[in-house]
C-alpha cells in the first residue's frame, strides 16, 4: 500500500510539475478584456486576417464554407485538418474569449492539455501583440457562424498525443516580441515584420528538421518542398539570380504574375487570399525586405525615365508610374497581350473627354468574373488603395496623352476632377 501510495503521490507530483511547466512556458496568463466591437477594429482585424492569409488554411476545399475548417495539410507525422475559426459555439471559436485568442494565436495553445500543432504557424504570430490579436478576433466573431465540424487530425503514435507539444516549444518556439534592425530604415523593418509575422514567409519558405521546426541561419528563407512544389529560395541573393527586383515583386503581389513567372500551387493561394489584398505601401515593404534594399531607391519606372533622359515623355512622373505599375500587362507602348490583356492604345475609354471610366477601371481593378465573358482576358488589380490621388492623377494624365486616338479633344485630368470621380466608384 505504501509503494502504491508513493506511486500514486509520484504521478501527482510529476502531473502538477508539467501542468505548471506548461503554463509558465505554454500558456501564461493573458488579461481579460471584453470583445472589441468597434467598427474601425473590426476593419482592422479583416486586414490582419487577410495579411495572415487565415482563408487559405481555414477553408475548405472549393472554398465553402468560408474559414469553416476542413482542409488536409498532408505532414511526415499523420494527417492534419484546420479549425473552424467563425464564430459557431459548437465546432468553431463561439466560446472563446479574446485572451484566449491572444494565447491560442501567440503561443499556440489556450490549454494545458491541448496546444496547437505547428501547422498553424504561431511560431512566426508569437511577435503579435495583444491589440492585434484583439482586433483579429474581434473580426472573426463578426462573421456569421458556420456550424461545421472539420475532421479529425490522424498523426502517427506519439505524435498524437498533444501535449507533447509543450515540449517541442521549448525546443523550437521563440516567445521573443518583434525586433526591428535599427540600421534599416521603418519602411524595410514593416517588411520584415509583416514577413516574419503574419505574413508567415518562413514558414513554407525555410526547409524543417527532423521535428518539423524551421532551421536558422544560413537556411532561413533558403527554400523547401511544399503542397508537392518547391517555395524557392526567397534570400535577396537568389531572388536577385533569378531576375527579380523590388517594382517586379510588388507586381507579383499584386497580380500574382511578373516577368519572371506567374504563381501557382500554394503562392497561387497566398497571393489570392493574402498579398493582393494587402496596401501597395506593404506591399513595397515586404518587397523592401525580401529585396533587402533601401526604401528610397528608385522604382523601376524612375529608372527607366531616367535612362530615356529628353526622350522620356512630359508627364515623366505618369510614365514613370506606368512603367512600374501597368506596363508589365499592358506593354510599353500600351499594345497589350492579343486574347489575354487589352491595349491601351487606341482604347475607346483611355480617349473618354471625362476620363470617368478610365479612373474607375484603375481604381476599382476588375475581378476575373468581371471578365470572364472576354476571350479570355484576366482580372486587373484596383489601386485606389496603392496610389494617392495626385499619382492616379498624373498616371490617367500620361495613359491619355500617350495612347488616346486623338489627343486634340482632350483637356489633363486635375487633381480635383480625379478625386470627385473617386467618391462616386463604389468601395468593395
Not at 494587402?278 to 523592401?288: G, N, P
Request: hydrophobic share 40%; aromatic share 10%; with cysteine.
Amino acid at each position: 500500500m505504501r509503494l502504491l501510495a508513493g506511486l500514486v503521490g509520484l504521478g501527482v507530483l510529476g502531473l502538477v510539475g508539467y501542468a505548471g511547466f506548461a503554463w509558465i512556458w505554454g500558456v501564461p496568463g493573458a488579461e481579460s478584456r471584453p470583445t472589441l466591437t468597434a467598427e474601425t477594429d473590426i476593419d482592422a482585424g479583416r486586414y490582419l486576417a487577410d495579411m495572415g492569409d487565415c482563408a487559405a488554411c481555414h477553408t475548405g476545399e472549393g472554398n465553402v464554407p468560408s474559414l469553416a475548417g476542413g482542409r488536409s495539410f498532408d505532414t511526415p507525422f499523420g494527417k492534419l485538418y484546420s479549425s473552424n475559426i467563425t464564430p459557431d459555439k459548437t465546432y468553431g471559436i463561439g466560446n472563446m474569449t479574446s485572451a484566449e485568442f491572444y494565447q491560442t494565436m501567440v503561443y499556440g495553445a489556450d490549454s494545458v492539455l491541448a496546444p496547437l500543432y505547428p501547422a498553424m504557424p504561431y511560431t512566426s504570430y508569437h511577435i503579435l501583440t495583444r491589440q492585434e490579436t484583439d482586433q483579429i478576433f474581434a473580426y472573426l466573431m463578426s462573421l456569421e457562424p458556420v456550424a461545421s465540424q472539420p475532421p479529425a487530425n490522424a498523426l502517427n503514435f506519439p505524435f498524437n498525443i498533444r501535449p507533447l507539444m509543450f515540449g517541442w516549444n521549448l525546443l523550437f518556439a521563440s516567445r521573443a516580441p518583434f525586433g526591428p534592425d535599427p540600421q534599416k530604415d521603418a519602411v524595410w523593418n514593416r517588411g520584415k515584420w509583416i514577413s516574419e509575422g503574419l505574413g508567415h514567409c518562413g514558414e513554407c519558405h525555410t526547409p524543417r528538421n527532423i521535428l518539423g521546426a524551421m532551421e536558422g541561419g544560413d537556411k532561413w528563407f533558403a527554400g523547401a518542398v511544399i503542397g508537392g512544389f518547391e517555395a524557392p529560395n526567397i534570400q535577396p541573393g537568389a531572388l536577385a539570380q533569378r531576375g527579380w527586383n523590388r517594382e517586379d515583386l510588388v507586381t507579383y503581389f499584386e497580380s500574382g504574375a511578373g516577368p519572371q513567372g506567374s504563381a501557382f500551387g500554394e503562392m497561387f493561394l497566398a497571393i489570392k487570399d493574402s498579398l493582393r489584398k494587402l496596401t501597395h505601401e506593404d506591399q513595397v515593404a515586404l518587397a523592401t525586405y525580401l529585396m533587402d534594399t533601401a526604401s528610397a531607391s528608385p522604382t523601376k519606372g524612375q529608372s527607366i525615365v531616367s535612362q530615356l533622359g529628353a526622350a522620356a515623355h512630359a508627364n515623366a512622373s505618369g510614365q514613370a508610374l506606368y512603367l512600374s505599375h501597368c506596363a508589365l500587362c499592358h506593354g510599353d507602348q500600351g499594345q497589350g497581350i492579343p486574347n489575354a490583356i487589352p491595349p491601351l492604345a487606341g482604347n475607346s475609354t483611355v480617349a473618354q473627354t471625362n476620363g470617368f471610366n478610365l479612373i474607375a477601371v484603375t481604381a476599382k481593378g476588375l475581378d476575373a468574373e468581371d471578365m470572364s465573358v472576354m476571350a479570355g482576358y484576366g482580372p486587373m488589380p484596383g489601386y485606389r488603395d496603392k496610389l494617392t490621388a495626385p499619382q492616379l492623377t498624373d498616371l490617367a494624365n500620361y495613359i491619355r496623352a500617350a495612347f488616346a486616338p486623338d489627343t486634340t479633344q482632350l483637356q489633363p485630368l486635375s487633381q480635383s476632377e480625379v478625386e470627385t470621380i473617386l467618391k462616386s466608384v463604389p468601395v468593395d
